[in-house]
Each structure stands twice: as C-alpha cells, then as structure tokens.
C-alpha cells in the first residue's frame, strides 16, 4: 500500500472464532459508523469476506464488532489509487475454470490439494477472459469437504507466496469467497493450501483490463 495516494482498500477480513452472533462493519475512520454489516458470523466458526472500504484522510479504517468477542485478520489485497489511471472492471458470465473434485474436465489434475500444495492455473484467454491486456481477474473460489482446518491463498505466479489468506475453513466444510489476484507470469495465479486435503474449485466472474 503506498502511504499516501490511495482512496480504498480491498481487504479481506476473515472472523476467527466469534463467542456469540455477530457482524462486523468496516468503514472510514473520520465517518460515522454506518448501519451495514460487511460480515455476518455465527458461534465457533472461521468465515471470511471480502471487502471495499474508502479510506480516511489518514488513511484509516474502523472495525466495530457488534457482539461477544472474535479474532479478525485483515489481509490487504489491493487499493484504489488517485494517482495512477484506472484499469476498467469487466464482468464476465461466470465460467468455471478449476474443479479438482473426480469427475472434472476444468482447470489441470483432479486431485485435491494437499498439505503444504501449490497449484497453478492460467486465468487469461479462459472464461472470458482476454488472453492478453489483463492485469488482474476476480474469481470465485470455494473449497470443499477439507480434511482439516486450514486457509488458501491465493497470488500472482511467479512471485513469491505472501504471509496471507483468502479463505479459511474448517474441516468438513464447503465455503467460498470473492478473491481478487492480480495475474503473473504465463498468465496464471498460484493456488496454496496450507493443511490438509481441500478440493478446490475456481469461477472466474470478471476482470480487469489496463
């Protein structure tokens, strides 16, 4: 994030464990809170969301959490700059283009991602998605029926993997999340799992051109 320059933050925030009901709400720190949740959780449970908040004057955000208590993480997965020209957002019917699950023609191997796994997949030319022009695609990425407790992340190929999240989930269950990912070499994002077996599945619903 640049210290200065920028209006908002792509964040995702991820609820760790809340003890009762609740929302959280993000919003810029020099406005009143406003009466909107940008997640909603439940007892005993890790579920993330994605989320876009204006930034205060400096460059600040407020998290309130409405009730008992619960962990939050914050990974920051990009910004909108006032100095730099705006790359246009473009939806796309959404297309599958990873399903490791048996069975699956999309997206390379059938097979789970196991522990400590890193996975490519080419997100240009696919989907709708031009093969060229593109800096950075959405997608919507679930993770099923994992084994054990774990997070996926979710980043450029060819860079080094980041100290963050995107999803995270407990065993057992099916969840997805909104994922933004700038696109890196050859056209393609990494995919890692962090513990565990996960069948992953990927739907790209947009991009970004310029």
């Known amino acids: 994030m640049p210290s200065?320059?920028?209006?908002?933050?792509?964040?995702?925030?991820?609820?760790v464990l809340p003890s009762a009901p609740s929302h959280l709400t993000v919003w810029p720190t020099d406005r009143a809170r406003?009466?909107?949740?940008?997640?909603?959780?439940?007892p005993g449970i890790v579920v993330p969301n994605l989320v876009m908040a204006a930034l205060s004057p400096a460059g600040e955000v407020s998290l309130?959490?409405?009730?008992?208590?619960v962990d939050v993480l914050f990974d920051v997965v990009g910004y909108f700059s006032t100095a730099e020209p705006l790359g246009s957002v473009h939806g796309v019917t959404p297309s599958r283009i990873?399903?490791?699950r048996p069975g699956s023609t999309v997206g390379g191997p059938t097979a789970p991602l196991g522990p400590g796994e890193t996975r490519e997949l080419v997100v240009t030319g696919v989907g709708g998605v031009p093969g060229e022009g593109?800096?950075?695609?959405?997608l919507n990425v679930t993770a099923d029926r994992p084994s054990?407790?774990?997070?996926?992340?979710?980043w450029p190929a060819g860079v080094d993997r980041p100290t963050a999240s995107n999803l995270n989930?407990?065993?057992?269950?099916?969840?997805?999340?909104?994922?933004?990912?700038k696109v890196g070499a050859g056209g393609k994002v990494s995919i890692f799992n962090s513990s565990g077996a996960v069948e992953?599945?990927?739907?790209?619903?947009?991009?970004?051109?310029?």
């Open 169 to 181: 989930f407990a065993a057992g269950t099916t969840i997805p999340n909104l994922v933004v990912a």
């Open 148 to 154: 054990a407790t774990s997070h996926l992340t979710v």
């Open 98 to 100: 990873l399903d490791t």
């Open 64 to 69: 309130y959490n409405n009730s008992g208590t």
């Open 134 to 138: 593109v800096s950075a695609v959405v």
């Open 34 to 42: 406003p009466d909107a949740s940008n997640l909603n959780v439940t």
């Open 4 to 15: 200065s320059e920028a209006s908002a933050v792509v964040l995702n925030v991820t609820a």
């Open 200 to 210: 992953v599945l990927a739907d790209v619903v947009g991009y970004v051109s310029g």
